[in-house]
Protein backbone atom coordinates (compact mmCIF):
# COMPACT_ATOMS: atom_id res chain seq x y z
CA UNK A 1 0.00 0.00 0.00
CA UNK A 2 1.94 2.83 -1.35
CA UNK A 3 -0.29 5.71 -0.39
CA UNK A 4 -3.76 5.94 1.61
CA UNK A 5 -5.86 7.36 -1.69
CA UNK A 6 -4.48 3.77 -3.39
CA UNK A 7 -5.10 2.16 -0.34
CA UNK A 8 -8.60 3.30 0.05
CA UNK A 9 -9.05 3.47 -3.50
CA UNK A 10 -8.21 -0.75 -3.61
CA UNK A 11 -11.37 -1.45 -1.38
CA UNK A 12 -14.32 0.82 -3.54
CA UNK A 13 -17.13 -0.66 -1.95
CA UNK A 14 -19.17 1.65 0.42
CA UNK A 15 -20.07 -0.43 3.03
CA UNK A 16 -18.50 -3.44 5.43
CA UNK A 17 -20.78 -6.86 5.55
CA UNK A 18 -19.89 -9.34 7.86
CA UNK A 19 -18.60 -11.49 4.70
CA UNK A 20 -15.40 -9.00 4.45
CA UNK A 21 -14.53 -9.69 7.97
CA UNK A 22 -11.63 -12.30 8.79
CA UNK A 23 -11.43 -15.05 11.01
CA UNK A 24 -10.25 -13.69 14.50
CA UNK A 25 -8.04 -16.78 14.26
CA UNK A 26 -6.43 -15.83 10.96
CA UNK A 27 -6.52 -11.90 12.33
CA UNK A 28 -4.36 -12.43 15.26
CA UNK A 29 -1.87 -13.76 13.32
CA UNK A 30 -1.91 -10.63 10.44
CA UNK A 31 -2.74 -8.02 13.15
CA UNK A 32 0.69 -6.53 13.10
CA UNK A 33 1.04 -6.47 10.08
CA UNK A 34 -2.65 -5.14 9.18
CA UNK A 35 -1.43 -2.08 12.41
CA UNK A 36 1.52 -1.09 10.33
CA UNK A 37 0.18 -0.94 7.30
CA UNK A 38 -2.90 1.31 8.93
CA UNK A 39 -1.19 3.46 10.22
CA UNK A 40 0.92 4.44 7.20
CA UNK A 41 -2.92 5.12 5.65
CA UNK A 42 -3.62 7.19 8.64
CA UNK A 43 -0.99 9.42 8.04
CA UNK A 44 -2.37 10.98 5.02
CA UNK A 45 -5.76 11.10 6.80
CA UNK A 46 -5.48 13.30 9.72
CA UNK A 47 -5.44 17.02 10.17
CA UNK A 48 -4.04 18.84 13.19
CA UNK A 49 -6.31 22.34 14.06
CA UNK A 50 -4.93 24.39 16.57
CA UNK A 51 -3.45 22.97 19.74
CA UNK A 52 -5.43 19.45 20.63
CA UNK A 53 -7.98 18.77 17.86
CA UNK A 54 -7.24 16.39 15.63
CA UNK A 55 -9.11 14.99 12.57
CA UNK A 56 -9.42 11.62 11.39
CA UNK A 57 -10.99 11.29 7.85
CA UNK A 58 -12.61 7.68 7.77
CA UNK A 59 -12.81 5.65 5.05
CA UNK A 60 -13.19 1.78 4.50
CA UNK A 61 -10.22 0.56 5.02
CA UNK A 62 -10.17 2.56 8.71
CA UNK A 63 -13.51 1.34 9.42
CA UNK A 64 -12.81 -2.63 8.33
CA UNK A 65 -9.25 -2.33 10.64
CA UNK A 66 -11.81 -0.84 13.76
CA UNK A 67 -13.91 -3.59 13.67
CA UNK A 68 -11.86 -6.07 13.41
CA UNK A 69 -9.72 -4.64 16.30
CA UNK A 70 -13.20 -3.92 18.60
CA UNK A 71 -13.96 -7.80 17.84
CA UNK A 72 -9.94 -8.90 18.14
CA UNK A 73 -10.22 -7.05 22.13
CA UNK A 74 -13.86 -7.66 23.13
CA UNK A 75 -13.80 -11.53 22.04
CA UNK A 76 -18.00 -11.24 21.50
CA UNK A 77 -17.65 -13.28 18.69
CA UNK A 78 -20.69 -13.70 15.90
CA UNK A 79 -23.16 -11.94 18.68
CA UNK A 80 -21.30 -8.80 18.41
CA UNK A 81 -20.71 -8.63 14.76
CA UNK A 82 -24.33 -6.82 13.83
CA UNK A 83 -23.52 -4.07 16.39
CA UNK A 84 -20.19 -3.48 15.19
CA UNK A 85 -21.09 -2.87 11.78
CA UNK A 86 -24.36 -0.86 12.83
CA UNK A 87 -21.51 1.24 14.83
CA UNK A 88 -18.96 1.91 11.76
CA UNK A 89 -20.69 1.79 8.58
CA UNK A 90 -21.82 5.22 8.89
CA UNK A 91 -18.50 6.12 8.91
CA UNK A 92 -17.56 4.63 5.28
CA UNK A 93 -18.41 8.17 3.12
CA UNK A 94 -20.67 7.20 0.26
CA UNK A 95 -18.45 9.10 -2.74
CA UNK A 96 -20.41 12.68 -2.22
CA UNK A 97 -18.83 13.38 1.48
CA UNK A 98 -15.88 13.11 3.78
CA UNK A 99 -16.32 11.88 7.56
CA UNK A 100 -14.14 12.54 10.16
CA UNK A 101 -13.78 11.43 13.73
CA UNK A 102 -13.02 15.20 15.77
CA UNK A 103 -11.15 14.40 18.53
CA UNK A 104 -10.19 17.58 21.42
CA UNK A 105 -6.99 15.80 22.56
CA UNK A 106 -5.46 16.56 26.00
CA UNK A 107 -3.59 14.20 28.40
CA UNK A 108 -4.22 15.74 31.76
CA UNK A 109 -7.90 14.96 33.07
CA UNK A 110 -8.24 18.59 34.72
CA UNK A 111 -7.24 20.76 32.02
CA UNK A 112 -9.53 18.71 29.42
CA UNK A 113 -12.21 18.78 31.34
CA UNK A 114 -11.71 22.94 31.65
CA UNK A 115 -11.12 22.89 27.96
CA UNK A 116 -14.33 21.16 27.16
CA UNK A 117 -16.28 23.21 29.12
CA UNK A 118 -15.52 25.95 27.49
CA UNK A 119 -16.10 24.45 23.84
CA UNK A 120 -19.53 23.95 23.84
CA UNK A 121 -21.48 23.39 20.80
CA UNK A 122 -17.93 23.84 18.93
CA UNK A 123 -19.07 20.88 17.07
CA UNK A 124 -21.29 23.08 15.15
CA UNK A 125 -18.93 25.79 14.14
CA UNK A 126 -16.81 23.34 12.00
CA UNK A 127 -15.96 24.80 8.66
CA UNK A 128 -14.07 23.36 5.42
CA UNK A 129 -12.77 26.11 2.70
CA UNK A 130 -12.44 24.27 -0.90
CA UNK A 131 -10.61 26.57 -3.22
CA UNK A 132 -13.01 29.40 -1.40
CA UNK A 133 -16.09 27.46 -1.46
CA UNK A 134 -17.46 26.95 2.22
CA UNK A 135 -18.68 23.65 3.67
CA UNK A 136 -20.20 23.65 6.83
CA UNK A 137 -19.71 20.39 9.20
CA UNK A 138 -22.87 18.36 10.40
CA UNK A 139 -22.79 15.45 12.76
CA UNK A 140 -23.17 11.50 11.55
CA UNK A 141 -25.34 10.71 14.61
CA UNK A 142 -27.91 13.87 14.33
CA UNK A 143 -30.03 12.11 17.45
CA UNK A 144 -26.54 12.09 19.65
CA UNK A 145 -26.12 15.60 21.22
CA UNK A 146 -22.54 16.25 22.17
CA UNK A 147 -22.44 19.09 24.01
CA UNK A 148 -24.98 18.59 27.31
CA UNK A 149 -26.87 20.98 29.04
CA UNK A 150 -23.72 22.45 31.30
CA UNK A 151 -22.19 23.63 28.10
CA UNK A 152 -19.62 21.07 27.83
CA UNK A 153 -18.73 19.44 24.84
CA UNK A 154 -18.01 15.88 23.97
CA UNK A 155 -14.13 14.96 23.63
CA UNK A 156 -15.22 13.27 20.53
CA UNK A 157 -17.34 13.95 17.57
CA UNK A 158 -18.38 12.16 13.85
CA UNK A 159 -18.44 14.97 11.63
CA UNK A 160 -19.24 14.66 7.92
CA UNK A 161 -18.40 17.05 4.87
CA UNK A 162 -21.47 17.01 2.41
CA UNK A 163 -19.38 18.28 -1.40
CA UNK A 164 -22.04 19.38 -3.98
CA UNK A 165 -20.40 19.08 -7.81
CA UNK A 166 -18.51 21.68 -7.81
CA UNK A 167 -17.20 21.28 -4.39
CA UNK A 168 -15.87 17.78 -5.53
CA UNK A 169 -14.44 19.70 -8.85
CA UNK A 170 -12.37 21.93 -6.45
CA UNK A 171 -11.27 19.28 -4.12
CA UNK A 172 -10.29 16.90 -6.48
CA UNK A 173 -7.66 19.55 -8.62
CA UNK A 174 -4.64 19.15 -7.38
CA UNK A 175 -3.15 22.25 -5.84
CA UNK A 176 -6.42 23.68 -4.53
CA UNK A 177 -5.91 25.21 -1.05
CA UNK A 178 -8.04 23.53 1.53
CA UNK A 179 -8.33 24.95 4.59
CA UNK A 180 -10.33 23.18 7.53
CA UNK A 181 -11.23 25.22 11.20
CA UNK A 182 -13.47 26.36 13.98
CA UNK A 183 -15.55 29.52 14.14
CA UNK A 184 -15.46 28.95 18.17
CA UNK A 185 -15.12 32.23 19.77
CA UNK A 186 -12.89 30.08 22.60
CA UNK A 187 -11.09 27.82 19.40
CA UNK A 188 -10.82 30.17 16.60
CA UNK A 189 -8.37 27.85 14.67
CA UNK A 190 -7.50 27.50 11.39
CA UNK A 191 -5.27 24.77 9.43
CA UNK A 192 -4.61 24.37 5.48
CA UNK A 193 -4.82 20.94 4.91
CA UNK A 194 -1.57 19.72 3.32
CA UNK A 195 -1.47 18.52 -0.62
CA UNK A 196 -0.55 14.85 0.53
CA UNK A 197 -3.75 14.69 2.59
CA UNK A 198 -6.02 16.21 -0.07
CA UNK A 199 -4.99 14.30 -2.73
CA UNK A 200 -5.50 10.95 -0.67
CA UNK A 201 -9.07 12.33 0.62
CA UNK A 202 -10.47 13.28 -2.91
CA UNK A 203 -10.29 9.38 -3.59
CA UNK A 204 -13.11 9.17 -1.20
CA UNK A 205 -14.95 11.35 -3.87
CA UNK A 206 -16.91 10.26 -6.90
CA UNK A 207 -15.95 12.24 -9.83
CA UNK A 208 -18.36 15.41 -10.52
CA UNK A 209 -21.54 14.37 -12.67
Not at 11 to 19: D, T
Not at 95 to 104: P, Y
Not at 144 to 149: A, H, P, Y
Request: hydrophobic share 40%; proline share 6%; net charge negative.
Amino acid sequence: MSSAGEACLARPKRRIEASDLMPMEAYGKERKARRGAISEIKRNRRVEVGPFATFYFECYETMWMQIHEMLFVERGGADQVPGELAAYNPLIPQGRELIATLMFEIEDPLARSRALARLGHAEDTIELDVGGQIIKSEPVDHDTERTNEEGKTSSVHFIRFKFDDEAIRRFKAAGTRVMLGFTHPNYAHLAVMPEAVRAALAEDLDPPV
